[in-house]
């Protein structure tokens, strides 16, 4: 046995991952079943985890699905209470998979018995006892209904997470068993609320129960939400199932809360369940269906003309008397037709390039995928890893924000879907706005990689083309992985629950991070891979066959359909459509500052063009020509509402893009003087950021004001 961990150490430090693979695999080859158990339980419980997950256990799969033998020898070996968590985590995983493949019988009621006997073992780990727990969830016998109610009798609740995850399962297919179960765990709920509020499958599978029997439950773990991170995996996990009002309730809640993984929640859900809405319209919510709205326009499709016309009536106005008296002068001019002079050339002389504060290319665009190396101890496997691009936003108090979202978190212990993001104050009006994107671009890349400054990138990736509407739903729909209790496998690109695969969000049991990018965009229509059979592309198409294509282990043999991150980036292989992100700054086409009347106040027209990005994010600011200090301006809202007409502080405005925009200035200025009743010329300048963080260059205007 001595050799054989000499061989085995020597096969996986073999130079390429192809060769490591393909030596381990002759090594155990000539193996017994027993033989192979033993120098895994021997050397294998030595390596680490990276080197059981991309190299050992790979290089046994095709034999697991086929020898009996071998599969019985390491069930057998899962047993063990002293194999290390490391190896017996991957080596569940793999057995699964094997067992999974080929169905009902005899070698899956094996591995059922072990899962069994694992999650039921009180001093085995509890993270080990709650994968066993979940990975029962295709098993159906009153054995495995017995362990999971004797699990719901203790409050660790990692061990309650995986069984709440199989009874979910069950209770959604029907299984008798399940009944009396979701019972037991709706009272383990309420009397463990701050624990529920942690687990995505203890709230899933509570939330199933129905708006009566669970709203309970659901009631209890949203009081001991802490911020709002905590509150966005609540309605993540839950808000499928919700009722109008608590829903609503939820949203409002978020709303007031700093962090944006509320927001994206909102997207997620609404991208994926549009239907949403109805409960909220049937419910009166009318403010948060505005507000969904304004977020996920595409979710209108579920209500009716006139649902919406009672939804935009509910529109608050913030005018004040004075200031509704000043802008009805320039009313009827705005809307007969003023935007006419932003067709003209943008050399037009009221609008100057200047000559600082040039912009920035970050090399992102929303909803691209970011590959970067693993974080791995194993050399030879740098498969990389990804992630997708929520994009950059700011807010009316300067500070900006990127976000993406990866399987990443709690690799094969918890639910792998995770935000990561990087926050940035963008500084006073006079600020670089390039040069602070510079460092806020290098904080995300470090938050990407998990707190590794430097670490090697690989560029960022999409399909050419690809408009800004898709990339809008590409990353919602990616946002709505969040909270659905998946775990991260070794194994396949997707794996599904149960034995079918709908290609719903909501049917995806484990992922690997390149799933997370696939899915997102095959499910909205776009193809990124072919995999084994280029007619079975769309991962997300109702059909295991389709998932299953997908899910050929990359062992860098190049076979068609071996898929991994680094050949979705298109680096390795030739399965891939992306290509890298080309460098695209937004671009300001027009920008004019009018006062049409003394009696009406200045209005500044402009237009930018982001044809990447839904959205861009204005900073605008002013001074009183002759004066050293600028001021953030500060705009109103006009008489009768105009679409885009935006109102606030324009620290970081959000305005759509392509569209011909119109602001009111009244003089304000955020934090700073009121210049109304100070005639004279002013200056305005302008730099946008598109949600790929992109910054234009600077624009200037100047503009006569004789305060009305």
Known sequence: MHKLAQKLEQAVSEKTHHAAITASAKLFEALSGPEAAALLAGQGAALPIDTLGFVVLPALRDRLRRDDALFESLVELAKKKSLSRELKHVLLDFLDDAARHVGEGPRLESFHQALRDIAAHRRERPELRGLAARLLARSRSAHTA??????????????????????????????????????????????????????????RTVAQAGRIRGQAAIQAALREAKDGRQLAQVLAATGVHLGGRQLADVIRRLEGTEESEGEWVVKGLFRIQPEALQRLYQAGQYREMAYVLALVPDAASALSASELKNVRAVAPSASSKRLRSLLRGFQPLAESGVGKRLNRSPKHK??????????????????????????????????????????FSGNAAGTGEFKGINASKGIGWSDTIAFFSAKQDFGGPTADLGAQMQNLRKAFLTSFAE?????????????PNLLAKQRAQIAQTAASFFGKDIWWTWVDMLDYQGWDWTGKVQDIDETRCDGLIEYSY??????????????????SKADTDYV?????????????????????????????????????????DGFFAEQFSTSAVPVLLLRVTAPKSPDVFARLIVRKKGGSTFHFAQTEEPVKPMKGTPVGPWRFMKIPQSENVFAFWAGKTQGGPDFSGENGTYEFRLQVVDCGGNVSDQQMVEVSVDWP
């Not at 995850?165 to 709706?186: D, M």
């Not at 600082?356 to 974080?375: M, P, Q, V, W």
Request: with cysteine; charged share 20%.
């Open 350 to 391: 009221d609008m100057l390039s200047l000559p600082l504060n040039k912009g920035f290319e970050t090399g992102f665009h929303l909803a691209d995928a970011l590959y970067r190396s693993l974080l791995t101890h194993y050399g030879n496997a740098d498969h990389w890893h990804t992630a997708l691009f929520l994009g």
């Open 522 to 539: 095959e499910v909205n229509g776009i193809k990124v891979c072919r995999g084994e059979d280029s007619n079975k592309w769309n991962i």
């Open 548 to 588: 299953e294509n997908h899910n050929d282990f990359h062992n860098h043999a190049y076979n068609p359909g071996e898929l991994c991150p680094k050949v979705q980036a298109g680096n390795d292989g030739s399965d891939s459509t992306f290509v890298v992100s080309m460098l695209q700054r937004p671009v300001i």
């Open 146 to 203: 017995t362990v999971l109610d004797q699990l719901l009798a203790e409050s660790n609740p990692r061990v309650v997470s995986g069984a709440a995850h199989t009874i979910g399962i069950w209770h959604a297919e029907g299984v008798k068993a399940s009944a009396s179960l979701l019972k037991k765990l709706l009272e383990w709920a309420q009397v463990h609320p701050r624990k529920t509020v942690l687990s995505p499958a203890i709230l």
């Open 451 to 463: 707190g590794h400054e430097n670490h090697p990138f690989h560029g960022a990736r999409s399909v």
